[in-house]
């Protein structure tokens, strides 16, 4: 072929670093976003933090909600008794993680100080205490120590006795019965149950340490001969091998169900995670206002003093990162703007939600909030994710009023979420000896024109962690 020169036009998009910068934050979640923050104020020494100033209610009137600031004022101006309880919204910032919780705090009351004092204690310190409280021999008091030290998060001894014997120094010469005279020496502190080797021993722990009477006698020969029974509920067989007639198999089953399985475990320490919602909900005059909260919303600015250096020498080093700073800071007004316009979206759809809760949550896709603001519908699905809005009734993630939907017979749709509202409703009001089956609510919720399949009631049960109709069946 002979060489030639051609000439084609063509047309590619090319996203600039402001917008791919914009497409970041959106796509952060608040303690995401305050740490990218942190390293752009590290990083650029034209911006600084500003605890002076509110919610720039000017920035976010020209992206179009004008209308959600002047609410914020109506708002605060608002009688309570019409505004609804706000119980739910603490005066420093934080917000109750459920519906309808309150509470007050007396600052003469060492009550709550004293929980959490008792929090902070592990397992292993709370069973040291006491060993120090025994009198031991010096050797028996390291062995006992050394029992603790292998005990897991729940208080169970997973290793055996051999092992562990194998596992200590050969100098020691430890024989597994100095570990047996060890282990029962911890079998007796506290709390009961701890150091057992397995379920059954930990709950028979607990009965032993218990007064005698018939009622402890027949729930410890179940816990050692028939616990498996017990688990899958088989009453017949149980009181065909123990015997005993509903009345006391009744008991015994109350007293095992108060017994507890893990007794280590109120010593873990718990991994507390806080959300901080992007937008906050209130009910103002019969109507439901979505405004952005003022916490979760970056304090940052422009420093005055480089920016004026700045506007005198043109062509300084620093140009570069004054409009980097520009860009941060107006991508970030921006980003609140987008979730504030999607948020106010969804809470125009789901108004029955927040009036009667999930069994009036309606269907929702992603598409209809796009096509209602003129968004891409991968743009929402950005905003909804690990972004939080607080309601009266709780903290939800955006895209949890979005779902999958079933048909009903008047060619309406339902929410999988108002589905398993009503699932868990019925199963909460039925009776003890006659649970329902999948397949009765099934046919309950057809007479009232919502058609689910026996296998999607079972699957929506299964998310909400209620067990099958055998196991809920009770004496």
């Not at 208080?155 to 010469?173: F, I, K, N, R, V």
């Not at 906050?280 to 979505?290: C, D, L, N």
């Not at 209809?368 to 009266?392: C, F, N, W």
């Not at 939907?405 to 019925?426: E, F, N, Y």
Request: aromatic fraction near 4%; charged fraction near 25%.
């Amino acid at each position: 072929m002979k060489p030639s020169l051609q000439l084609k036009l063509t047309q590619h998009l090319a996203l600039t670093p402001q917008l791919q910068q914009s497409i970041r934050l959106l796509q952060l979640s608040t303690l995401e976003l305050e740490h990218e923050l942190e390293s752009f104020l590290s990083a650029n020494p034209l911006l600084e933090r500003d605890e002076e100033y509110s919610l720039p209610e000017a920035n976010l009137r020209e992206s179009g909600v004008e209308q959600a600031a002047e609410q914020s004022q109506t708002d605060e101006r608002a009688d309570s008794s019409l505004a609804g309880d706000d119980s739910w919204l603490g005066e420093d910032g934080g917000y109750a993680g459920s519906s309808g919780s309150s509470g007050s705090f007396d600052d003469d009351d060492d009550s709550d100080y004293q929980d959490v004092q008792a929090a902070t204690v592990s397992l292993r310190e709370h069973l040291l205490a006491q060993l120090g409280l025994m009198t031991l021999s010096s050797r028996d008091s390291v062995l006992v120590r050394c029992l603790i030290e292998a005990l897991d998060d729940d208080g169970y001894l997973t290793q055996s006795l051999d092992e562990l014997a194998d596992s200590m120094p050969p100098e020691l010469e430890i024989e597994p019965e100095e570990l047996q005279i060890a282990l029962n020496h911890l079998q007796h502190l506290d709390p009961t149950g701890v150091g057992a080797r397995s379920p059954v021993e930990c709950l028979a722990l607990q009965l032993e340490a218990l007064p005698v009477d018939p009622t402890r006698t027949l729930a410890l020969e179940i816990v050692r001969q028939h616990l498996e029974l017990l688990a899958h509920h088989d009453f017949p067989r149980l009181k065909k091998h123990t015997g005993c007639d509903d009345d006391e198999l009744r008991a015994a089953h109350l007293l095992i169900c108060s017994l507890n399985p893990r007794p280590g475990a109120q010593y873990a320490s718990s991994d507390t995670r806080y959300v901080t919602p992007d937008v906050v909900v209130r009910k103002v005059r019969g109507q439901w206002a979505v405004n952005v909260n003022s916490d979760a919303f970056p304090r940052i600015r422009i420093n005055s003093l480089y920016a004026q250096i700045l506007s005198r020498q043109r062509g300084s080093g620093l140009a570069s990162q004054l409009q980097e700073a520009r860009w941060l800071i107006r991508n970030v007004q921006q980003r609140f703007d987008t979730i504030l316009r999607v948020a106010q979206a969804i809470v125009e759809r789901q108004r029955q939600f927040l009036d009667h809760g999930e069994v009036a949550m309606r269907p929702l896709v992603l598409r209809e909030i796009a096509d209602t603001l003129g968004l891409h519908e991968s743009t929402i699905s950005r905003v909804t994710t690990q972004k939080y809005m607080a309601t009266p009734r709780g903290i939800y993630e955006l895209k949890y009023f979005f779902g999958s939907h079933v048909s009903t017979d008047a060619g309406g749709a339902c929410s999988a979420t108002a589905i398993r509202a009503l699932i868990k409703q019925m199963i909460s009001a039925e009776e003890p000896t006659k649970p329902l089956s999948d397949s009765q609510i099934s046919e309950v919720l057809g007479q009232q024109g919502i058609v689910v399949a026996r296998r999607t009631i079972a699957k929506y049960r299964e998310a909400l962690n209620i067990p099958p109709v055998n196991l809920r069946k009770s004496l």
